[in-house]
């Protein structure tokens, strides 16, 4: 029998406390944007704090920010061996509405092979797929084959704010030789993926201010400007026919993917109609002249998030509303710039705002893309271990998601980032009955303890560190 069968043998004895673990962690409601449940969320690390210490890491403790604690947990086996930081989010998405889930978001329950509950995709179920495989190895072979550094955030779901000045403050206790961000998904669940880039987003938030309380529409209405109105004209203004951004110089800086790359992508086994499906959509939707897969990776967007204003109760109400509202997000990619991005359509909103009115336009967000060498010696390890699992070599694609702290830990700390994640397309993040197929999740489990043999075997020089006996930190 070989070390993997041995670790398989131990990961399927154990599903019962994986799955129980999962579930007790999900049932605390870590909404990271609601204040309400601020309680919640260091309830939550605190949890995975002591989660992790009896997992095997010697050293789990929070770690404060100005605003969710995160966690970092440590297991240095042998200074010699590679030194990897995992990278999560304890930290979930609002859960409404509440009406749309067929069961309550932090009662988890398992129907038909799935778990369903908010945050058991994005991210515990990760995070304790982590955990399980670090049991793993210590429970069969006694000892890990890499240095461990765990930092899970807090605050990922809404927008990281305190990310970047935590790393920077720990830096010294951050130091590796490769970053493992467990925040994204694969293909399909016979489509094994490693992703290698991550679009960026900037977010706005536009008002535009009428008169200075709603007025009576049969004496007011002709008379003045209507805010709803000028509103809708300015937004109708952001795209073109053909689906582009009209924004100008939008695209400017964009990498537009050449003839290779372009048919290297038409071979990502990407499924377009289930992709589709799972959105209930009768069809696709979006820039003229490129596929559904080009246009969520590799093409930016400017989208209306959500937008208020006016009377929207039962029956009629006569009214020029006194003022309205929208939240507007844009994907970004390799090359733009998120500031130039959040001042381009800034001034491009203030140049067209609605006249008679007044318009105001708040940059609330604005975070980096990522982009990863595909021949990086660590993405190869990766890749034999999603194989040896799924039984063929994994997709290496790019997301339409963004994770601003992704593109912290590479700027910030200089490591390489091979994203390793397990959620599937269809799994409703963020959205209502949210679920995590438990096959995914226990196949991932074995890849990630051959993750780890992988790079062992690799050696800290193998991934670049230069020659000496010392690990970073
Ligand atoms: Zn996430």
Redesign the pocket.
């Known amino acids: 029998m070989s070390r993997g069968d041995d670790l398989d043998r131990w990961l399927d004895g154990h599903r019962g406390e994986l799955l129980r673990q999962l579930i007790d962690w999900v049932r605390i409601p870590s909404i990271s944007a609601d204040p309400e449940h601020t309680a919640d969320v260091r309830r939550s690390a605190e949890f995975l704090a002591a989660a992790a210490g009896e997992a095997g890491f010697p050293r789990a403790e929070l770690w404060e920010t100005a605003g969710h604690p995160a966690v970092f947990a440590e297991r240095m086996e042998d200074p010699r061996l590679p030194t990897v930081l995992i990278y999560a989010?304890h930290d979930v998405q609002p859960a409404d509405p509440l009406d749309e889930w067929t069961s309550p978001p932090f009662e988890p329950v398992v129907v038909e092979g799935e778990l369903r509950g908010r945050g058991v995709v994005?991210?515990k179920q990760n995070v304790c797929m982590h955990l399980e495989a670090v049991r793993a190895h210590l429970a069969v072979v006694g000892r890990m084959p890499v240095n461990l550094r765990l930092l899970v955030e807090g605050e990922?779901?809404s927008g990281s704010a305190h990310f970047e000045d935590l790393i920077r403050s720990r830096r010294s206790e951050l130091a590796a030789d490769l970053a493992v961000i467990s925040?994204t998904g694969m293909l399909g669940p016979e489509s094994p993926a490693l992703t290698i880039g991550l679009r960026g987003l900037v977010y706005w938030e536009v008002r535009v201010a009428g008169p200075a309380h709603d007025l009576h529409s049969g004496l007011y209405g002709g008379t003045v400007a209507n805010p709803v109105l000028g509103l809708a004209t300015l937004l109708a203004g952001l795209h073109d026919g053909e689906g582009r951004v009209a924004v100008p110089g939008f695209y400017e800086a964009v990498r537009v993917p050449g003839a290779a790359e372009r048919q290297e992508m038409a071979r990502i086994p990407f499924d377009e109609a289930g992709f589709l499906a799972a959105a209930e959509v009768p069809g696709p939707s979006g820039e003229r002249g490129w596929s559904t897969l080009e246009r969520r990776t590799v093409r930016p967007t400017l989208d209306v998030c959500g937008i208020w204003g006016g009377y929207a109760g039962a029956g009629a109400k006569t009214i020029i509303p006194a003022r309205c509202g929208v939240k507007l997000s844009a994907r970004i990619v390799p090359d733009q710039d998120p500031d130039v991005i959040a001042d381009l359509v800034r001034r491009h909103l203030l140049d067209r705002a609605p006249a008679g009115l007044t318009t105001t336009v708040e940059v609330v967000s604005r975070g980096r893309w990522v982009s990863a060498p595909p021949d990086h010696p660590a993405l190869g390890a990766a890749g034999r271990a999603v194989e040896a699992v799924w039984g063929r070599a994994p997709s290496l694609v790019r997301e339409g998601g963004s994770?601003p702290p992704v593109a912290a830990i590479a700027a910030e700390l200089g490591l390489a980032c091979v994203l390793f994640g397990v959620g599937l397309p269809d799994d409703r993040?963020h959205a209502p009955n949210e679920r995590l197929r438990l096959e995914q999740l226990h196949r991932g489990t074995r890849a990630a303890v051959r993750l780890w043999d992988e790079l062992g075997t690799l050696g800290a020089a193998g991934l670049g560190r230069p020659a000496g006996p010392a690990s970073p930190g």
Request: no cysteine.
């Open positions: 989010h994005d991210d990922e779901e925040d994770i993040f």
